[in-house]
């Protein structure tokens, strides 16, 4: 079992910058990969960006790059997303996910290859 717990959502305005955090708990958080994904309003919840157990293998969607990173610290168990240039399309709420069976270099973007999932944080960014 692995529980996660997201934090650092709030309401900022477009061209502002946050951090979202993911605490976990349960596993060895270096044994598994760890992602980001979001859903807005009405919309399927989809893939933001992810990163292997080692933090050396990162993914991002298309729409974030350049603007969103992801990193982890293994000492302290958290996986973080810093998020720059805020557009009001970034507005959704946001899940972290971990992968307990993924395969370094792979690191996942589909859904179902993530084993654990958060509560989510929401996001709002004000245009």
């Known amino acids: 079992q692995v529980q996660l717990v997201e934090s650092g959502g709030g309401l900022v305005q477009a061209g502002d910058s946050l951090s979202l955090s993911c605490a976990a708990s349960?596993?060895?958080?270096?044994?598994?990969?760890m992602g980001w994904f979001r859903q807005a309003p009405g919309k399927e919840r989809e893939f933001v960006a992810a990163?292997?157990?080692?933090?050396?293998?990162?993914l991002y969607r298309t729409s974030v790059k350049g603007r969103f990173t992801i990193s982890r610290d293994n000492a302290k168990n958290v996986v973080a997303l810093q998020m720059n240039s805020l557009k009001p399309e970034d507005t959704a709420v946001y899940y972290c996910?971990?992968?307990?069976?993924?395969?370094?270099?792979?690191?996942?973007?589909?859904?179902?290859?993530?084993?654990?999932w958060g509560q989510g944080t929401q996001v709002t960014v004000s245009s």
């Open positions: 996910a971990a992968d307990l069976s993924s395969s370094l270099p792979y690191v996942a973007a589909r859904q179902s290859e993530y084993d654990y």
């Open positions: 990163l292997s157990r080692t933090g050396i293998n990162t």
């Open positions: 349960g596993r060895t958080f270096s044994s598994y990969a």
